[in-house]
């Protein structure tokens, strides 16, 4: 495990005069927060002995089947009995990785893909190998043509790991016509799918999508969470696996933390039960699409020539390209110094690629700190064109392995 050497430039990001639009941190003030705090103190008042009592190792039965409801949104037709609540999706991949990881076997992964799980793979020994993307998601010619190299090379892929909605940081969505094509790949090639989809109900156009796993339920591993769709704090999380797999996950669960919290999964099920969780949903989703269109029409106004960017449909995040030459993890320092704060986009790859790039969020701060944030790093690049078109390209920051992320950066 190694710890990233942005962290101490995200002590200073977090103060309140930086501008941050590095953070995937989802924005709870919108929330019914007394609503939230009244149905706590019920929770504790009518159910106290079980709510802070131990709890099962795969979780309390009454919201595994509110769990299927939720994924039902998706096309996902599941049994109850094959959810395994985790805390939050972060544990539920660890869990995976555990069970199916001997050091030197093959994760296949997007390029560029989620922080959090480069560092999960990377403690576990794993080799990920990157598999190209584009504007419309994982391209299945790439994944076809990396799983062959891979058998020539007598290396052992465990398993695919994707987010096809709303992308981690990329902000692109798999295309419907590529879903089946990159789940027959798989499953020709024997290759397990791991499918991340915390932004799946976050899409700001029409319906949710379908996910991978409602047309496998055998080759697809789906984990979810509420972080993104209620609140991070409570921590809670699933993976719905085949039979199999779910009771190695259920052993490993409980050799972790014997028992995950009841007090937050019964929290969560009485939100559940008693709120209007969908209409919850919409207000997110308008909310993160007026951030969304202030950080686009923020960067079209401002930014310079040669700066190009994804158009997400949904989720948190915008990738950023730099104009050539420069370095993105050279130009964080100056942007801090600045008063605006992003993540540099080698720490979401495992082969010291990303340099060019960087991520961008939008879920955080209000539209009119997004404008100011976006101005100020518009004037860093500007600054560096300047010293790179008299001096050339600038000696890039050393990297030491994968980013170990924290909270404030996933």
């Known amino acids: 495990m190694v710890a990233s050497e942005i962290r101490a430039l995200f002590a200073v990001a977090s103060r309140p005069e930086v501008v941050s639009l590095a953070?995937?941190?989802?924005?709870?003030?919108?929330?019914?927060?007394?609503?939230?705090?009244?149905?706590?103190?019920?929770?504790?008042?009518?159910?106290?002995?079980?709510?802070?009592?131990?709890?099962?190792?795969?979780?309390?039965?009454?919201?595994?089947?509110?769990?299927?409801?939720?994924?039902?949104?998706?096309?996902?037709?599941?049994?109850?009995?094959?959810?395994?609540?985790?805390?939050?999706?972060?544990?539920?991949?660890?869990l995976i990785t555990r069970i199916f990881i001997d050091p030197g076997d093959v994760v296949l992964a997007e390029g560029p893909s989620y922080v959090g799980a480069l560092g999960t793979f990377s403690a576990y020994q794993a080799h990920v190998v990157h598999v190209a993307m584009d504007e419309d998601g994982l391209d299945p010619?790439?994944?076809?043509?990396?799983?062959?190299?891979?058998?020539?090379?007598?290396?052992?892929i465990k398993f695919l790991y994707t987010i096809p909605n709303f992308q981690n940081p990329a902000g692109v969505t798999l295309d419907l016509s590529r879903r089946r094509q990159?789940?027959?790949?798989?499953?020709?090639?024997?290759?397990?799918?791991?499918?991340?989809?915390?932004?799946?109900?976050?899409?700001?156009?029409?319906?949710?999508?379908?996910?991978?796993?409602?047309?496998?339920?055998?080759?697809?591993?789906y984990l979810g969470s509420f972080s993104k769709t209620f609140a991070p704090g409570f921590r809670v999380g699933w993976a719905l696996a085949p039979h199999a797999v779910r009771d190695k996950l259920v052993l490993a669960m409980e050799s972790?933390?014997?028992?995950?919290?009841?007090?937050?999964?019964?929290?969560?099920?009485?939100?559940?039960?008693?709120?209007?969780?969908?209409?919850?949903?919409?207000?997110f989703r308008e909310l993160y699409r007026d951030r969304r269109d202030a950080m686009l029409g923020s960067l079209e106004a401002l930014m310079p020539a040669g700066c190009t960017w994804t158009r997400p449909a949904g989720g948190f995040f915008v990738w950023m390209t730099l104009p050539e030459g420069l370095d993105s993890k050279a130009l964080l320092?100056?942007?801090?110094?600045?008063?605006?704060?992003?993540?540099?986009?080698?720490?979401?790859?495992?082969?010291?690629?990303?340099?060019?790039?960087?991520?961008?969020?939008?879920?955080?701060?209000?539209?009119?700190?997004?404008?100011e944030g976006v101005r100020r790093l518009a004037g860093v690049i500007e600054q560096e064109l300047r010293v790179h078109e008299t001096f050339g390209t600038s000696s890039p920051i050393g990297r030491n392995g994968v980013h170990t992320p924290a909270p404030d950066i996933a």
């Not at 991340?196 to 996910?211: H, I, K, T, V």
């Not at 007090?263 to 209007?276: D, E, R």
């Open 256 to 283: 972790a933390v014997l028992s995950h919290s009841s007090f937050s999964q019964l929290a969560v099920g009485q939100f559940l039960a008693t709120q209007p969780w969908r209409e919850q949903i919409k207000s």
């Open 333 to 371: 320092p100056r942007a801090v110094a600045e008063r605006v704060a992003f993540v540099p986009g080698t720490g979401f790859y495992a082969d010291s690629q990303g340099a060019q790039h960087l991520r961008l969020s939008f879920c955080y701060p209000e539209p009119d700190r997004i404008r």
């Open 182 to 221: 990159i789940l027959d790949i798989c499953n020709r090639a024997g290759v397990l799918v791991v499918e991340d989809n915390p932004y799946g109900l976050l899409g700001f156009d029409g319906e949710p999508l379908r996910a991978l796993r409602a047309d496998d339920p055998e080759g697809v591993v």
């Open 141 to 156: 010619a790439a994944l076809a043509e990396t799983i062959e190299t891979m058998a020539r090379q007598g290396r052992r």
């Open 23 to 94: 953070g995937g941190m989802p924005y709870v003030t919108a929330l019914p927060l007394d609503v939230v705090g009244e149905l706590v103190a019920d929770l504790v008042a009518r159910r106290g002995p079980v709510a802070l009592q131990y709890g099962s190792g795969q979780g309390d039965p009454h919201l595994r089947e509110q769990i299927c409801e939720v994924m039902r949104l998706e096309g996902i037709e599941a049994d109850p009995n094959d959810v395994v609540v985790t805390v939050g999706s972060q544990q539920a991949l660890d």
